[in-house]
Each structure stands twice: as C-alpha cells, then as structure tokens.
C-alpha cells in the first residue's frame, strides 16, 4: 500500500513537488494549488503526509498546518520553500511534526520523497497528539473512582444493548488516561487497556462529533497499526463521554471486522449512549461522593 502525501503549491511549481513525490515507489502524490484547496482535500480523504509551499494563492503554509491540526493533528508536514526560516513564524508549528526544506538546495527535489517517508516514519514512533487542555482533562478523570464505583454490571448491559443495536462486532466504553485507554466494558471483544498510541479514540476524543473510520486499511492514519491488525479491527466508531465541565474523559465506540458507515441517524444515536454512559458513571459518583460525606458525619 502505497502513501498518500498533499503536496501543496503555486500552479507553476506543482508538478514538479508532485513528480518528486510520485517518483519514490511508496508515495502517491494528490494535489493543490491554495489553502482553500488543500483544506478541501484534507476534508475529502486523509493522507499521510502533507508537503506545502510557504507562499500560496490565498495564504501561506502556515495555514495548511493549521488545517491539518484541525482534521488530522497527528499527520506530518513538509514545508518545501526558499523562504528563510528566520522569516516563518515556528511558532504555529506547535503540536505539529513539521520538516524545513529548502527548495533551492541543489539535490531538493531528489531528496524531498526520502524527507517525506522520513517524517512519515516519525510521526509513526513519536508520542500521540494530547489536547490543549490536557491536565485539566486528566484533572477531571481523576474526580471519578472508577475502581470502587458499581458500574461494571450497568457498562456490560450498556455494550451488550449497542452491539445488538447497531448490529456491530464490538462495543466498548472506554476511559482514556494519561498513557493509556483503560476499558470498562467491552461486548465481542477482550479488551483491557491499550496505549494511547494504538487507540483510535485518541484521535476521535479531538473532534466533538463522532468520528467514524469505514475502513482502516484505506485510511493513512491507521493503515500501518499493527495492533489494530491484530486485533482484527476494520471500521470504527466513537462518541465522546463529557463531563459536566466539558472535559472529554472516555468514549463510547463501536468496532467491526468489516468495513462500515454509520450515518447521521446512528451516529446521533451513538452520541446519546456516550450521554448514558456518562450520566451513569456521574449518578455513581454522586452517591458515593454523598454516601462517604454522611458516613464522615
């Protein structure tokens, strides 16, 4: 399975940052010729790798990366430009994987699909992507003593009701934690715990739809994630569980071992059960939080 990198530029300089990409055996190059068209893109299909020009049509590269933090924050960047760095805002480069090179250099061109696989291969090993509210997120997870809490009966009568609802594999509800997805109840499957980086809820918790995955081996992201293959997993889908303060502490997902789409309808419906899920777990908090305060009077 070849990957799928945007490569962003002027309309001149286009075909010649798509023949460099095309020309390594294990890239394929789509194209754009603006950030709008490149937002578009991104939007329409995910891709492994985005390599852009610092100035375009209607903005810069720097707004392309904003664009991908959007969709795809995991996903690397090239910035392939003779603009200086000393003239670019790194900042914005923030929680981003994102590579200089500089098109002038005399072997640019040849160089630019090795950097691309480069930082594809980075991307792959480095830590996932955490959100901006991080600590106060896991501050909030922390209010809830999942191990003494009686829920595992009402999550395992949850699970059981999706799967047969959605007529889905697997279903799990899941809280994710500093390193890891720690699992409360899971239909289909024996599910435990899973690092960050091999979940795919640690994608879906940056999004405040539900995020669905038709099929993972089209999907760049997670094409390559051996333990997703060997877990068997094809499709996914997963619903935010929030707090009352807004903080994303879990999902509620739904797995399959063929690909899928989930549409509007089921998608709403997922999201009220990751609003079940979560008004049971706030109840049991609740009386164990009032239960302790009388016993300590």
Do not use: K, W
């Not at 000393?86 to 480069?93: E, K, Y």
């Not at 999706?162 to 889905?168: G, V």
């Amino acid at each position: 399975m070849t990957r799928t990198v945007l490569c962003v530029d002027t309309e001149d300089r286009i075909d010649e940052v798509s023949t460099a990409i095309d020309g390594d055996d294990s890239l394929t190059a789509r194209t754009a010729t603006s950030v709008q068209a490149a937002t578009e893109c991104l939007e329409d299909e995910p891709v492994v790798c985005v390599v852009t020009a610092y100035d375009l049509p209607d903005g810069t590269g720097l707004e392309v990366v904003g664009a991908i933090r959007d969709t795809a924050p995991q996903t690397p960047c090239v910035l392939f430009t003779d603009v200086p760095p000393a003239d670019i805002d790194t900042a914005s480069f923030e929680e981003s994987i994102v590579e200089y090179l500089n098109r002038d250099l005399p072997d640019a061109h040849d160089r630019l699909g090795f950097v691309a696989n480069d930082v594809i291969d980075y991307s792959a090993q480095a830590s996932f992507i955490r959100p901006d509210d991080e600590d106060e997120r896991l501050e909030t997870l922390a209010q809830y003593d999942v191990d003494d809490l009686p829920i595992e009966e009402s999550f395992e009568r949850l699970t059981d009701l999706i799967a047969s609802h959605f007529d889905a594999a697997v279903s799990f509800i899941g809280l994710i934690e500093e390193d890891e997805e720690n699992f409360l109840a899971c239909h289909g499957g024996d599910l435990d715990t899973l690092t960050r980086e091999n979940t795919i809820c640690t994608h879906s918790m940056l999004q405040e739809d539900v995020m669905v995955v038709e099929d993972i081996l089209q999907d760049a992201r997670f094409a390559e994630n051996e333990q997703l293959q060997n877990l068997g997993i094809r499709s996914y889908a997963g619903a935010n569980m929030t707090a009352s303060n807004g903080q994303v502490i879990g999902q509620v997902c739904l797995l399959d071992h063929v690909p899928r789409s989930y549409d509007a309808v089921e998608q709403a419906e997922l999201e009220d059960f990751a609003d079940t899920a979560m008004e049971i777990l706030e109840l049991r908090q609740t009386v164990r939080d009032a239960t302790a305060q009388e016993v300590a009077q």
